[in-house]
């Protein structure tokens, strides 16, 4: 296993919140684990650190990253703005054919079912592909390039927040309205329900903040 591979199976693992924030990541225990070398460790946590998902603290070593309550707002505040652009420039560009996989990934039925028996996997594999989907419509580099620099840390955030009673529900009905937006090139429309989406997101993280932080 190369350091890349290292890299992507820690962040993978980091992601899906199987580490607690603050805990340690000792280089040698995970050599051991992974059957790779020191270094190749080494490096993994450092790309990682880039990504903010670890952070390294004098005479500790390397932990997983705390979150900062006044970060994820700043986060937020440039989320809803740059979703909120990339849905509207995607439904000025795309056309309606271009929309048939989110169309069909967000009738009823699946996510439905995900929704109420709190299967977040499969959710969240359904967001990425909307968010995936639209930046690549959006057609703007910039754009795209910009989301690819919070893209773990708001991976992170959905998944927080989702877990929390109801959002699914509540997320799975906006991200509909937003589809709809974006199938009917109403792109003013689908720019505001996305903004909307990242509020109620906003509010849920502020009321269960204790939970989630």
Do not use: C
């Not at 995970?30 to 004098?58: F, M, Q, W």
């Amino acid at each position: 296993m190369k350091s890349e591979e290292v890299e992507l199976h820690l962040r993978e693992r980091l992601l899906r919140g199987e580490f607690t924030p603050g805990s340690r990541l000792p280089e040698v225990k995970l050599a051991t684990e992974l059957g790779v070398t020191r270094n190749a460790v080494r490096s993994a946590l450092l790309a990682l650190e880039s990504r903010k998902l670890v952070e390294r603290i004098p005479n500790v070593g390397t932990v997983v990253a705390r979150v900062d309550p006044e970060r994820l707002e700043e986060i937020y505040d440039v989320l809803e703005v740059l979703e909120g652009l990339a849905a509207r420039l995607a439904a000025q560009n795309a056309a309606e054919g271009d929309w048939a996989e989110l169309r069909e990934l967000f009738a009823p039925g699946p996510l439905d079912e995900a929704a109420t028996s709190g299967d977040l996997e499969t959710f969240l594999r359904a967001i990425d592909t909307y968010r995936d989907t639209v930046i690549r419509l959006a057609g703007q580099r910039f754009l795209a390039e910009t989301l690819a620099g919070v893209q773990d840390q708001a991976h992170l955030l959905r998944r927080r927040i989702l877990m929390t009673p109801g959002r699914m529900e509540e997320s799975l009905a906006e991200h509909r309205a937003v589809v709809d937006a974006l199938v009917a090139g109403d792109g003013e429309r689908a720019e505001q329900l996305k903004r909307l989406n990242m509020q109620t997101a906003r509010k849920r993280l502020r009321r269960y903040r204790d939970f989630l932080i």
